[in-house]
T-cell receptor, first 113, second 114 residues
Framework: DQQVKQNSPSLSVQEGRISILNCDYTNSMFDYFLWYKKYPAEGPTFLISISSIKDKNEDGRFTVFLNKSAKHLSLHIVPSQPGDSAVYFCAASDSNTGNQFYFGTGTSLTVIP | EPEVTQTPSHQVTQMGQEVILRCVPISNHLYFYWYRQILGQKVEFLVSFYNNEISEKSEIFDDQFSVERPDGSNFTLKIRSTKLEDSAMYFC????????????FGPGTRLTVL
């Protein structure tokens, strides 16, 4: 049951350009969303979160946008750097029913120097 | 900087054997989690733990699985009788005061069941 979907398994971007990673969800009760970055042989690292009361959250080069009507969120990285090359996972939760997070399948980002 | 640690980094076991995966969460965190990632697949939630009891678990977390915080620092995941399909990376995570703060993940334990 894919409640959270990342339809692009991979993405390549030139250094300095914008990277846009997309995530769709099916459960309209989800109200808290996170993005994680994962390097090979390491655990996921928290990047940025957003709750459903907002439509945008920004932290340095990372901005997450939430479109509740479309059940879509995206992560923008500007400017992209080679060190950003990793797998990015989005995750979602319904805070009213518990603290279980549902992860997408990940998007592998490659930033080309 | 505090971090979540996990041991061992790689565990190989025979089908039907019991395994215990160990985690040391960040010391002032109150929420603890186990996730797994089968090779090539998504990260899947297994269980969350708060106040010395399971607060939530997924369908994956059946009677073969158990968690424990035996000494106030370690957080363990036990699989009683491993199956081939239990082969995966198992990640422990911990979180701060609220359950919806970011979760800090450990580096994972790769479990291989032969």
């Amino acid at each position: 049951d894919q409640q959270v979907k990342q339809n692009s398994p991979s993405l390549s971007v030139q250094e300095g350009r914008i990277s846009i990673l997309n995530c769709d969800y099916t459960n309209s009760m989800f109200d808290y969303f996170l993005w994680y970055k994962k390097y090979p042989a390491e655990g996921p690292t928290f990047l940025i979160s957003i709750s459903s009361i907002k439509d945008k959250n920004e932290d340095g080069r990372f901005t997450v946008f939430l479109n509740k009507s479309a059940k879509h969120l995206s992560l923008h990285i500007v400017p992209s750097q080679p060190g950003d090359s990793a797998v990015y996972f989005c995750a979602a939760s319904d805070s009213n029913t518990g603290n279980q997070f549902y992860f997408g399948t990940g998007t592998s980002l490659t930033v080309i120097p | 900087e505090p971090e979540v640690t996990q041991t061992p980094s790689h565990q190989v076991t025979q089908m039907g054997q019991e395994v215990i995966l160990r985690c040391v969460p960040i010391s002032n965190h109150l929420y603890f989690y186990w996730y797994r990632q089968i090779l090539g697949q998504k990260v899947e939630f297994l269980v969350s733990f708060y106040n010395n009891e399971i607060s939530e678990k997924s369908e994956i977390f059946d009677d073969q699985f158990s968690v424990e915080r035996p000494d106030g620092s370690n957080f363990t995941l036990k699989i009683r009788s491993t199956k081939l399909e239990d082969s995966a990376m198992y990640f422990c995570a911990s979180g701060g005061q609220a359950p919806y703060n970011e979760q800090f993940f450990g580096p994972g334990t790769r479990l291989t069941v032969l």
